[in-house]
């Protein structure tokens, strides 16, 4: 089975400053990576995925990822948040029909 | 485009009474899913399909049903409400299997007193 750790429930950021949200995940098979952001009172939406290749991912919003397959780990970053970046953001991790979700981490861009 | 359109947005239930949790996109999704969202928990899988036709359970079935009669439409339906069944719920839909994205509706937010 598969789960998803996120170590940390909240981030507290200056505007303009780098962030990195952290995501671990377990797995015996290979799987598919996802990061979502839920702005608040509204659904998900996707930031960036990884299937294959490159473990450098890009996302929307300046947003991006690297996979490490020996840390199982898939952190995602962006050099410079901006007061909009304040929301809500999940890993999750697929394999066939089924995407499970990590608790998430709530990230606060501080003026 | 509409994308997948939840409704009602909120609501308020006694304990025992029953409801339906409307879904429905207009993305010809064949994949549609069902999650509940809990403080600190993140999204936990209540129900899926992959096609009219075919459900299947997820994480937290218990106190759930759903049926899957058209593509666009994927109904979640609580019989008995309970406290525990207090949440935010939200459908969602995907074009294939878990490699592809999955868009989601807006939630409704259900509380049972």
């Known amino acids: 089975a598969q789960s998803v750790t996120q170590l940390d429930s909240q981030v507290p950021v200056f505007e303009e400053a780098p962030v990195e949200l952290r995501c671990n995940y377990s797995?015996?098979?290979?799987?598919?990576l996802f990061w979502y952001v839920q702005y608040p009172n509204q659904g998900l939406q996707l930031l960036l995925k990884?299937?294959?290749?490159?473990?450098l991912v890009k996302g929307i919003n300046g947003f991006e990822a690297e996979f490490n397959k020996s840390q199982t780990s898939f952190h995602l970053r962006k050099p410079s948040v901006h007061i909009s970046d304040t929301a809500e953001y999940f890993c999750?991790?697929?394999?066939?029909?089924?995407?499970?979700f990590g608790p998430g981490t709530s990230l606060s861009v501080i003026p | 485009n509409a994308g997948v359109t939840q409704t009602p947005k909120f609501r308020i239930l006694k304990i025992g009474q029953s409801m339906t949790l409307q879904c429905t996109q207009d993305?010809?999704?064949?994949?549609m899913y069902w999650y509940r969202q809990d403080p600190g928990m993140g999204l936990k899988l209540i129900y899926y399909?992959?096609?009219?036709?075919?459900?299947d359970k997820g994480e937290v079935p218990n106190g759930y049903n759903v049926s899957r009669s058209t593509t666009e439409d994927f109904p979640l339906r609580l019989e008995l409400a309970a406290p525990s069944q207090t949440s935010v719920y939200f459908c969602?839909?995907?074009?294939?299997?878990?490699?592809?994205?999955?868009?989601f509706g807006q939630g409704t937010r259900l509380t049972v007193v």
């Open positions: 797995s015996s098979v290979s799987v598919y």
């Open positions: 993305m010809n999704h064949n994949y």
């Open positions: 399909s992959v096609g009219a036709g075919i459900t």
């Open positions: 999750a991790v697929a394999h066939y029909d089924k995407v499970i």
């Open positions: 969602a839909s995907s074009r294939k299997r878990s490699d592809t994205e999955a868009f």
């Open positions: 990884y299937l294959s290749g490159s473990t």
